[in-house]
């Protein structure tokens, strides 16, 4: 590779040098060019070789495990395609409970919402159709979305009322919405905070940046500790307000809560740095003419700062929730996915199936999990995220 | 940067929002901070002090003792330092083959333009897919395999040459962007099965593999945006006295872009450093890591607070000094990459 390198540059150079004989020079280019297509093969085939085999190749397996049953036999183990059963168990057959939910008639609280998200979306539509700038993409990603959150509503409320109860797929939602509202609210907080002209901030953002460099497992542990309300050091605060006998494990919505609450400690500082990044980094003549013109702290953050951090809040909540939707580790240690089933996320569930040698079924879940990100994804990247990156 | 004098002019607080800021801001390093002191003070604390209920403060409201830390570097010692030796060993090699390869290939769809036809993908999937198939059916896999490279090649030359609609750099770098979707649960169970036949099933090789290509779509990701913001000029002058694309980029490109790379490197060091899921999948005994070690100390008896708290305590010592020392790296790094797309 090293003689190849030294040639080129001994040519290019002779090449620079003769520009006055125009055939020399072209075939100079052409050699230049050749040398160029290889250097860009190096450059690049590696990586493409890497993800080729190690995350494509290990996705199309997948795929057909998730057509098939697993078993051990004699000597190793035998596949036998079942077409789609596994998806019939998650989707109707003895896994529905598990991955959709107890499917409760909804109450009437639950009609009102769903009716009012109905409304939204249908009007919305209608609003897009109206103004009359249509495109193929764009009408087919905005029905895809109504059909998504119209479906996810309809889900969340039947699971969700009085009689239903919720499984892996509404809860990792739960986790990774409730958990992502509350981290960028706290990290955009906590970075509004520490722009100003404090004494001692670069101590709190130091101390705000831990959190993302402790093991999700050190986390749950934490949690488990923190959440004990007979040892745990808020043992006093909970027998003041009277609840020492309550167990944050043993309770449903207590064991999500507690999960969530790990994800948001351990996240809040990633939206917090880039940020504070994106705060520090804004143009500061605005801000003088705002203050010249007399305008308020919440007409300063509503008109100049939020313009200016909206492109990159739109990327990191994409990247937050690409990532939130592979939680395992916290609800694994912190509660192991209990009380039975109550807050175990898709990836949990996945792990579990595997853990009972159950591939086929464990494939199936993480394929129902890629679906479920990949069009949470495509309808927040289509609607959200370009929508903010056009305003730009 | 040279802002200062103008930015405390704007951005000073009133004396009042002065003390609710700092309110606000105690609150919240309280929140994070009490965590981090609680694993201090449950390390150094003896099982019955732990059952007994909360104790706060050392020497006050309890004797402290070192018996975990004794516990942990010496009766356990080569149960603990294997791990740990495992855990430096393969978030270092694989973040650093990571950076390596991702580095090359972000500035590769930057700088030179690919062309790979639709068709050329389209059917190379399909033979992976029946080479695939054929396995499952019995197929003798060596035979498949140079059965599905034939079919592939003769395909390409038939057929492929038909068809001349192709991808762009941009698409190259959405699909490998978009790996990052994948849950690892989805790709994990082929990677058993297949470190498993050739072997590698529990080694420190399969980790590394497996985190490389995890960690490879953020490296992609984040330096092509960091090296976009090199300008471009710089380059072209240096093509003109003759410098190799290789020399281009090793000797302007890499300098210049330090602090992404730093950052780059600390996030998918740190990534590597916790991954949990997938060592619990990739590993049993020898080549365990340190985030299985901790918990594992989920023992029958209970939790072992005291152990576990120790093990946590000198898995996150060295990353936090690390933040601490790069923390301003890590922002800009990240942030560059979110501001671009």
């Known amino acids: ?392 | 940067m040279k802002k200062p004098f103008r930015r405390k002019s704007i951005f000073s607080p009133s004396p009042a929002a002065m003390v609710l800021s700092y309110l606000v801001l105690g609150i919240w390093a309280f929140v994070v901070l009490f965590p981090l002191y609680w694993y201090v003070v449950t390390s150094i604390k003896l099982p019955i002090q732990v059952i007994e209920g909360p104790f706060y403060i050392p020497f006050v409201d309890f004797q402290p003792s070192l018996h975990a830390w004794r516990y942990i570097f010496t009766d356990l010692r080569n149960d603990t330092l294997r791990p740990y030796f495992n855990t430096v060993v393969i978030s270092l090699i694989s973040s650093i083959l990571a950076l390596l390869i991702g580095m090359a290939a972000a500035y590769g769809l930057l700088r030179f333009n690919y062309r790979p036809r639709l068709v050329a993908i389209l059917m190379f999937i399909g033979c992976i897919v029946l080479v695939i198939v054929a396995i499952s059916f019995g197929m003798p896999w060596k035979l498949a395999l140079i059965a599905g490279i034939v079919l592939f090649i003769i395909l390409l030359q038939t057929i492929g040459r038909r068809f001349k609609r192709s991808l762009g750099n941009n698409d190259i770098a959405f699909w490998m962007i978009s790996t990052r979707i994948l849950p690892p649960v989805v790709i994990v169970i082929p990677m058993y099965i297949l470190f498993q036949r050739v072997g590698l099933l529990d080694t420190k090789t399969a980790l590394i593999i497996t985190y490389l290509a995890v960690s490879l779509p953020i490296v992609v990701w984040l330096m092509r945006d960091y090296f976009s913001s090199i300008p471009i000029e710089l380059e072209e002058s240096a093509t003109v006295d003759g410098a190799s694309r290789y020399r281009i980029f090793l000797s302007i490109v890499l300098p210049l872009s330090a602090p992404g790379l730093v950052a780059t490197f600390l996030l998918i060091l740190v990534f590597n450093w916790n991954e949990y899921l997938l060592a619990l999948f990739l590993t049993s005994s020898r080549a365990q890591t340190l985030p299985l070690t901790v918990a594992a100390q989920n023992a029958t008896r209970g939790p072992q607070w005291w152990y576990m708290s120790v093990l946590i305590l000198i898995m996150i010592i060295p990353v936090i000094a690390m933040a601490i020392v790069l923390e301003r790296y890590i922002a800009r790094g990240l942030l560059v990459g979110a501001i671009k797309e």
């Open chain 1, 1 to 392: 590779m090293m003689k190849v390198k030294r040639q080129t540059q001994g040519s290019a150079q002779t090449g620079s040098g003769l520009e006055a004989i125009p055939s020399l020079n072209k075939r100079m280019h052409s050699l230049v060019m050749r040398q160029d297509r290889l250097a860009g093969n190096v450059f690049l085939l590696p990586a493409v070789l890497v993800i080729l085999s190690l995350a494509i190749f290990p996705l199309i397996i997948s795929l057909y495990l998730s057509f098939s049953s697993f078993r051990f036999v004699k000597g190793g183990f035998a596949l036998k395609f079942v077409g789609l059963a596994n998806y019939k168990k998650l989707l109707i057959g003895s896994a529905k409970t598990r991955f959709l939910g107890v499917l409760a008639n909804p109450s009437i609280f639950g009609w009102l919402v769903f009716i009012i998200i109905a409304a939204l979306l249908v009007i919305s539509l209608v609003l897009y159709i109206r103004r009359g700038q249509l495109s193929a993409g764009g009408l087919f990603y905005r029905g895809l979305a109504a059909i998504v959150i119209g479906l996810g509503a309809w889900l969340l409320v039947r699971t969700l009322g009085p009689d239903g109860r919720p499984g892996t797929l509404i809860i990792t939602l739960i986790y990774v919405f409730i958990g992502i509202f509350f981290q960028y609210l706290l990290g955009l907080g906590m970075a509004m905070l520490t722009t100003q002209a404090l004494p001692g901030r670069r101590f709190f953002r130091t101390v705000f940046f831990l959190p993302l460099m402790i093991t999700p497992v050190g986390i749950a542990y934490l949690f488990r500790m923190l959440t004990d309300t007979t040892k745990g050091p808020f043992a006093v605060i909970w027998q003041m307000v009277g609840l020492s006998g309550f167990s944050w494990a043993n309770n449903p919505w207590g064991a999500r809560v507690a999960v969530m609450l790990g994800d948001i400690w351990q996240w809040t500082p990633f939206m917090f740095i880039v940020l504070l990044a994106a705060l520090e980094s804004q143009s500061i003549e605005p801000f003088e003419a705002a203050m010249v013109d007399g305008a308020n702290k919440w007409q300063i953050f509503r008109y100049i700062t939020l313009p200016q951090i909206l492109p990159v809040s739109a990327t990191i909540i994409l990247i937050r929730m690409i990532e939130a939707f592979k939680i395992v580790d916290i609800p694994n240690v912190l509660t192991n996915g209990g009380p039975g089933t109550a807050s175990e996320s898709l990836a949990l569930q996945s792990y579990m199936y595997w853990r009972a040698l159950d591939l086929g079924g464990s494939a199936s879940v993480s394929y129902m999990l890629l679906i479920t990100v990949t069009l949470a994804g495509l309808c927040y990247f289509n609607l959200i995220h370009r929508a903010v990156k056009e305003k730009e």
